[in-house]
Structure formats: C-alpha cells, structure tokens
C-alpha cells in the first residue's frame, strides 16, 4: 500500500493558478512531496532528476502538449514506468482513448475535487495510507 | 489575503495575459497572416481562462469561454472557415470576455443574459456550419464508459527501483569522533539513506571499548552493506552531505546483480503503431528521447548502462530552475523607494566627507565611489524589472484602428515598429489614454476618405505609422500618418473664434499647429463621437507632461503629420547637474544637458530681457540668463566666470542656460511637488540633496518656453522690475 506521505508527485502545467490549485488539492489529500514544472521540458528535466510516483499532466500547453510529454516520458530510460495522469479540460473523448493508447495510466477532468483526484490516483497506484 | 485569493488574483493575471494573446492572434487572423499556430494559440488562451475558471468556480466564464473555445475548435480544425465576419464576431466575444473577467475579479454581480448575444452568434455559427458536437453544454463526463484505463498496480511502482536503472552501492560509515560534537545524529543519516532504496547494512562494533572508558559524545560504531537504489551517486552523497567532514566515507558502485529489467536497446527500438496495454508504452524514436545519450565508455564495464543517468542529468538542475517568476508591484515599488533613499543617504554621506579633512577623506571618497557605482547599479537593476515593453500599450491599437475605420467609412493600415521597447510601467500605465487619443485624431481628422485621397492621387488606404524607440535617454513615441495635415488656416480661424489668439496677431506656422494643444481647441466641423467634444489634445499634452514627458506636431500640409512624445525613462531617480545661481541650487536633469561650457565675454550677445544669443562654433544659439528668467536676482557674475549649458529643446533645437556654477553631477530622487504646489512652469520637481536641502528640479524644455514668452508684454513687466539691478 503506497504511503501518501512519501509519494513524489509531479505537477506539469503552464498555468501557475491551476498548478498551485492543484498543489493544494493534493496537499489536502495528504500528498507531501511535490514538484512543478511549467513545460513539457522542464517536467523531463524533473523527471529524469529524481524518482517520481506520478506525473499529473495538463493537455493544453504550448509547445509541447500533454500527449507530447506521456510520449517522451513513456520513451525515457529513467522515468518510462512513472505512472502519469492526463488532466483534460474538456469532455474530449477521443484525446482519452489517444492518451490511452499512448501509456497515460488514467485522465481527470478539470475541475477536479481532492475526492476525485484521490479516487484517480488510487485507481492508478493503489489505495494510499 | 488568503492563499486562494492570492491564487484567483494569479488566475486574473495570467487571463490579461490571454487575453492580450487572443486579441493580438484574432488581429492577425484577421488580417490574413495567422498561421495553424496562431489558431492554436488562441485556443489555448481561452481554454486556459475557461479551465482557471473552472477551477475557481467563475460558471459564467465558463460557459462563455466554452462556447468561445467550441467555435476556435472548430475553426482550427477546419470544420468552419476564418471568414472575416466569424472573426469579427470572435473579436467581440473576445470584449466579453474580457468583461466577464473584470466582473469576475470585482466580484460584481454579472448579469444573467450578460453577452448572451454574442453567445448566440457564436452558437448560431456552430449550428449553420453543423461544427457543434457538444450541445454547448458542459460539463465533460467524469469517466468515459469502456475505456480500458489499465491502472499500475502498487507492485509495479514499489518494484520500479529495483528494475529500471536499480544499482546497488557498498556503504561504507564510520562516524569520526567530532560527528556527535558536532550535532549530527548517525541513525538519521541511515534512516535516510535507507528512504533511496533497500538498504542493508551490518554494524561494526569491533571499535566498541570497555563500558568504564566510553566517552559519551565520541561515535564508536560504524557500519558497512548493500544500498540498492534508482538514485543516482549524487543522491547518495547528498545524504551524507552534512557529515561528509567527520566521517569516514566509502560508496562504491557495485556490479549490478542483473541486468535491467528494461535494456537501452529496446527503448531505441522504432516505434510499434500497435495499441498496447497501457502499462506497456509505446517507445519513442531515439530523436524524440535526447536524454537517451550513447553509453559512455564507463559503461562498457557496467552492464547496466542507465545506470549512469547522474551523468547524464548533471547540467539539467540549472535549468530546472524557474526563470520567471511573478511579483507584486507593490513590493518593486517599495524597493524603489528604498533604493531613493539610498540615494540620498549616500549623497548626504558623500557631503560629509567633503568636509572633513583630505588625510582623512581620500580612502573614504574611494569607498564612496565604489558604494555610488553599486547604488547606480542596483538603481538600474530594479528600474529594469519595472520596464515593461511598450507593446502592452500597442497592442490595443490595431483593433481601435479596425473600428475607427470601419465608423469612419476610411481605409487604414496600421504599421507598428519597437514593440519592445522597455518603459517604465508608471509610464506605460499613463500611455494608454494619450495614445488612443492621438491616434483617434489622426484617423479621424488626419486620414481622407478613400475619395479624397484617390483624388490628390494617394493611395486610397491611408497609414499610421506607430513607433517606439529609446533616443538619448528618453522613449521617443512617434505616431506618423499620411493624412490631409493640420490646415493653419483653418486653426487659425478657429482660434480666433474661440478668442485664443488675438484677431490681428501673427503667427509662424508651428506656432499655429501648436494651438491644437490649446485648451478647448477643437478643428472638426462637428463634434463627432470618435474625437470627442473637443477636450483632447490639450488633455493628452497633460498627460504626457504629467509623466515628464514632452509633445511636439510637425505637419505637412497635405502629407500629414507627425506627433512625437519624448518620455523620460523612468520616474523615480535621475542623474542631474546641480547647479547654482545666485544664492539658489538647482538641478538640472542630465539628460537634457548636450554640454556645459565657459564662453568668451565677446561671444555672448545680449539681447532685451533675460534672453541672448551665443555665438557657438559659428552658429547662434539663444541663451538665457537663469537668474533673470527665475527673477532670483540680478546677474552680477562677471560673464567670464559664468558657466552656459547648452540643453536640448526638446524640438531638436538647443539653447543655453547661463548659471553661476556648476556643483557636480549626482542622481537624484525625483519628488513631485504637483500634489501640493500645482504645476508651476519651469519646475519639474524636488529633490533632497546631501546637505539636506530642497533643490528644485528644473524643466529645462519649459523654461525654453518661458524665455520665448518673456518676450510678450506682460512677462517683460516683470523683467523691467528687475531692470535696475542690471544696470547696476
């Protein structure tokens, strides 16, 4: 059972209000250790830095999108088995089924509450304690 | 403020951001030059407003935004075309957004149909073009129904370190005898050690004494073993960091005990177009992955040939590093003031050591000019972060030209040079207005109907040209149009109408086009909805004077005219000249001096009042006398000792300013005095200098001005009371 104080989340999203929201949503289910990027870039500048247990990615970014970067992760020596989590802003069923394909372990919708985004990350890595 | 709000106020900021983006990527779109990028770009600028919104609860930005980004989807994806009128439609849903954000941010209460119009447009489009897939209606489904989300299972991600890229270290740790001295715990350093990976470790009692000759802050167990870890070298190090000193230390990489899990070689392989489970992701091409290095030659001892991602990260920390991040103005603001203060203090210290003996000042005044290097650096510094590029303001104006041009029935280009030059934000905050203005007038008043111009054989579509660039130490802003220009004969009536000028006097024809700036002046025939009721250019000269700034016409009738705005660079601080006349000290702004010099007594030729001319390398310059000009006095110097500084105008043109002496060249923290004194002409404000004393600041371009003017009767009674001290 994955202990949720010491799980290492990665928060990708250009948007610093929706990061920090985002941070707080997951401090609030008890998650410690949390990194942000701002870019696809920098979340494999992260990524290949420590070792993460989730990635929480944004879709709708510039220059590299959230597809672009569950395909860089899923093609990175170091972080490939990271289990990453799409956030979509719209109820886009054919951008899930492309993330699917392309390795996203599961998707969230924005906005999001503690209580889904928890219920998401269990369905992901196991019940937290 | 609570940490939500100051997230909401994050959220606002970074929607003006959008906004801007939106705006300026419709223009182009609209224009003609939007690429697939630009497109993308705007959506995603709304779907960001809509996805904050979200997020903080703003539903009827949502639903607005929602409908907005439906169109912009469409567009992009081709399935609606950029017709000139969708986008036009898209510029005004941009208005109302922008309204439902302000409304949104004020907390005021938004109206229930607010934008519905606009709102149905937009729908009414999707609908025609048979692009709207989702009813309009949000929210997204919170799970699709039979997508197969494989979730990882626990195992796999506790079991990740010790497949991909595990490698196992042999720890070696002896705790020196300082180490508990010293305040560092030896089990915590393992307990942290043991969080990297699966540690095993065997403690080494062999040092143990007999309990009689045990010291109680001397370590005297060590322990050796196994770390298996994911983390690289410099993790390992990192945790030992605070002990590295007092210990004794090995970490040695140890053959890993199987190969990994997940060889290179797979990972380069070319990608599968097969849909696998998700837990088995499709690989990249090796161009996409950059961070897939050749092995090193390390690695050809070392089977696990990812294990050397420390190698291969090592410069990546630097540029993990934020490389912006948002302040409050406040808090720039107030470091401003700060580095006034500085200012001062260091000039009032500098005024100390002046007066203390030389044995003792000559280190001292070395040190003080390496303080006043540092101060003039760091007052640099903080004005630069409080420059902004100009283009915020120049953004706004293409839509202002399409409007005004579609109102007018005119053809209009507008051209935009030197976005990016850098103001001051206090500036830039005070441009917008007088910007709009002027470029009002010019399309309003300057530029013909496509009639009138085809007839006087011009291009049909008229240009305003809008310009920014930095020109000795001040912004120049330049908006150019090829208009009809200001017609004198037309101000001039008009003027005198207005009782502006007298009936029978004679002006030269820069002096008319300056009546534009004359309060209540206004040239056209009637009073239109665009330029106002006549309150503008007067306005906008204050305006440009409130900031420091100065604006000048020049027209060409029939060719059209140019109106130039010269903005100091920043508010706050300032190098300047103090100077004194008679028993006063001035500063005079050093941007405004082109050189001081001592003429001749031969070459200075007085003329009546406080004006003269100076002959200056063959030409003549006016002068004025500054004692007379600011009635301190009479000018009693004899003219050898008399020091002219020759200023710029403002127009191009220089003139001298004759004072006493000059006391040296310093900043200055600039202190409006407007607030309590009211403008006062040739004044530009006040200073504290290193005595403590107050010196005004003088505005060289006005008292240019109230040289000229003292030429006119009622200035020259003044002057003709100071007449008999001049004599004397």
């Keep these: ?129 | 403020m609570s940490s939500l709000d100051q997230l909401k106020q994050t959220f606002f900021e970074e929607c003006s951001e959008a906004l801007l983006q939106i705006e300026s990527g419709l223009a182009d779109i609209r224009e003609g030059g939007g690429s697939d990028d630009t497109i993308n770009a705007v959506f995603r600028s709304v779907h960001s407003v809509k996805g904050g919104a979200g997020i903080f609860g703003f539903e009827d930005l949502v639903r607005f935004a929602h409908v907005f980004e439906t169109v912009l989807d469409a567009m992009r994806s081709g399935k609606m075309s950029a017709s000139q009128d969708s986008v036009d439609l898209l510029l005004t849903a941009n208005d109302v957004l922008t309204d439902l954000i302000a409304m949104s941010q004020t907390g005021d209460a938004i109206p229930a149909d607010y934008g519905s119009e606009c709102r149905a447009a937009m729908e009414h489009l999707l609908g025609q073009d048979g692009a709207a897939e989702n009813d309009g209606d949000e929210p997204a489904p919170a799970d699709f129904e039979g997508l197969d989300f494989v979730p990882v299972r626990v195992d796999d991600v506790d079991a990740a370190p010790e497949g991909g890229g595990a490698r196992s270290y042999r720890i070696v740790f002896r705790p020196g005898p300082e180490l508990l001295k010293k305040a560092n715990e030896p089990l915590f350093v393992l307990r942290e050690l043991r969080a990297l990976g699966k540690l095993v470790l065997v403690a080494e009692a062999d040092n143990l004494p007999p309990l009689s000759d045990i010291e109680p802050d001397r370590p005297y167990i060590g322990w050796t073993g196994t770390l298996t870890t994911a983390a690289d070298r410099a993790q390992i190090e990192d945790v030992f960091k605070f002990v590295a000193d007092d210990c004794e230390l090995e970490i040695v990489e140890e053959e890993a005990e199987q190969v990994p899990a997940l060889p290179v070689e797979q990972d380069l392989a070319p990608p599968a177009e097969q849909t696998e489970s998700a837990t088995e992701p499709t690989p990249l091409p090796a161009a996409t992955a950059p961070s897939i290095t050749p092995p090193e030659p390390a690695a050809a001892q070392q089977p696990a040939a990812n294990a050397e991602p420390a190698t291969a990260a090592r410069p990546a920390p630097t540029k993990a590093v934020a490389t912006t991040m948002r302040v409050e103005v406040d808090k720039i603001d107030r470091v401003v003031n700060l580095v006034g203060e500085l200012v001062i203090a260091q000039a009032m210290l500098g005024q100390v050591v002046f007066t203390l003996p030389e044995d003792v000042s000559g280190r001292l005044t070395q040190v003080i000019e390496e303080v006043s290097h540092h101060t003039r650096e760091l007052k640099d510094s903080v004005m630069s972060m409080r420059a902004q590029p100009i283009g915020a303001v120049f953004q706004r104006m293409p839509r202002l030209v399409r409007e005004l041009a579609a109102k007018t029935g005119k053809k209009v280009r507008l051209e935009l040079h030197g976005e990016t030059t850098e103001v001051d934000r206090s500036i830039i905050e005070r441009l917008g207005d007088p910007l709009t203005h002027i470029i009002r007038n010019s399309i309003d008043h300057g530029i013909e109907t496509p009639e009138t111009r085809a007839a006087a054989g011009k291009n049909e579509e008229g240009t305003v040209r809008l310009s920014a660039e930095h020109r000795g130490g001040r912004i120049v802003v330049e908006v150019v149009d090829d208009g009809g220009g200001i017609d004198p004969e037309r101000v001039l009536k008009k003027a005198r109408d207005r009782g502006l000028v007298g009936p029978d006097a004679v002006l030269s024809e820069d002096e008319i086009n300056n009546l534009i700036f004359a309060p209540g002046f206004s040239t056209a025939e009637t009073v239109s909805d665009i330029s106002g009721r006549g309150v503008g250019m007067d306005v906008v000269r204050r305006n440009i004077q409130d900031v420091g700034g100065r604006i000048n016409v020049r027209s060409e009738r029939g060719r059209g005219m140019t109106l130039q705005l010269a903005l100091p660079l920043t508010l706050a601080v300032m190098d300047g000249m103090v100077i004194k006349v008679r028993e006063q000290t001035y500063v005079v702004p050093m941007s405004a001096i082109v050189e001081c010099l001592r003429p001749g007594e031969a070459d200075i030729h007085n003329l009546m009042g406080a004006r003269g001319m100076l002959q200056l390398r063959g030409t003549l310059v006016p002068v004025v006398h500054l004692c007379d000009l600011l009635g301190v006095g009479a000018d009693a110097a004899s003219t050898e000792e008399r020091i002219v500084i020759i200023a710029d105008a403002g127009d191009g043109s220089s003139f001298g300013i004759i004072v006493d002496e000059l006391l040296g060249h310093q900043q200055v923290v600039v202190k409006s005095m407007e607030e309590s004194y009211g403008a006062v002409p040739g004044v530009g404000g006040a200073t504290i200098l290193g005595n403590g004393r107050v010196a005004l600041i003088l505005d060289v371009e006005k008292l240019s001005d109230l040289a000229v003017n003292q030429a006119s009767p009622l200035a020259a009674s003044r002057i003709t009371s100071t007449e008999p001290a001049t004599t004397e």
């Design chain 1, 1 to 129: 059972m994955p202990n949720v104080a010491t799980l290492k989340v990665l928060i990708v999203d250009d948007q610093n209000s929706v990061r920090q929201m985002t941070r707080m949503t997951l401090e609030q289910i008890g998650v410690r250790h949390i990194h942000e990027a701002e870019n696809g870039n920098k979340a494999i500048d992260t990524a290949s830095l420590q070792p993460l247990d989730l990635i929480i990615s944004d879709y709708n970014m510039p220059e590299m999108d959230g597809l672009g970067l569950l395909r860089a992760v899923r093609g990175h020596p170091a972080a490939r088995r990271v289990p990453f989590i799409l956030v979509t802003g719209r109820g886009d069923r054919e951008l899930v089924v492309k993330a699917a394909q392309a390795g996203a372990n599961n998707y969230v919708v924005k906005p999001f509450t503690a209580d889904i985004l928890r219920q998401k990350i269990e369905q992901v890595i196991g019940k937290l304690s």
